[in-house]
C-alpha cells in the first residue's frame, strides 16, 4: 500500500532553517509529481512547492519563494523541503503527497518560535 512518511520537523527560531524528509512506497515514486502542503491551525491546507517526477520544474508558493527549496532522489524514493529564514507564519504541519494520487502522509509539524 501507498505510504508516505514526513520527517525533521521541529522547534526552530524565527531565521534559523530546517530539511523535511519525506519517505514515499507503495508506489513508482519516479513516475509522480511530488508536493509538498502545509496546514496552519485555523487555516486550510496550502500548496508549498511541487517538483515534476524527474526533478527538472519546481514551482513554489508566493510566500516560500526564495527561502525554499523543493528537491527529490528518485533512487531513494525521497522527497525533501529545505527550509531557510523560517518565519513564524511558517508554523504549521507540513505534509508531502503526489497530488494525483488520493494519499497523504501524517505530517511533521513545524514550529517557528523564540
Known amino acids: 500500500q501507498v505510504q508516505l512518511v514526513e520527517s525533521g520537523g521541529g522547534l526552530v527560531q524565527p531565521g534559523g532553517s530546517l530539511r523535511l524528509s519525506c519517505a514515499a512506497s507503495?508506489?513508482?515514486?519516479?513516475?509522480?509529481?511530488m508536493s509538498w502542503y502545509r496546514q496552519a491551525p485555523g487555516k486550510e491546507r496550502e500548496l508549498v512547492a511541487q517538483?515534476?517526477?524527474?526533478?527538472?520544474?519546481?514551482t513554489y508558493a508566493n510566500s516560500v519563494k526564495g527561502r525554499f527549496s523543493i528537491s527529490r532522489d528518485n533512487a531513494k524514493n525521497r522527497l525533501y523541503l529545505q527550509m531557510n529564514s523560517l518565519r513564524p507564519e511558517d508554523t504549521a504541519v507540513y505534509y508531502c503527497?503526489?497530488?494525483?494520487?488520493?494519499?497523504w502522509g501524517q505530517g511533521t509539524q513545524v514550529t517557528v518560535s523564540y
Open positions: 507503495g508506489f513508482t515514486f519516479r513516475m509522480y509529481v
Open positions: 517538483i515534476g517526477s524527474a526533478g527538472g520544474s519546481t
Open positions: 503527497t503526489p497530488p494525483s494520487l488520493p494519499y
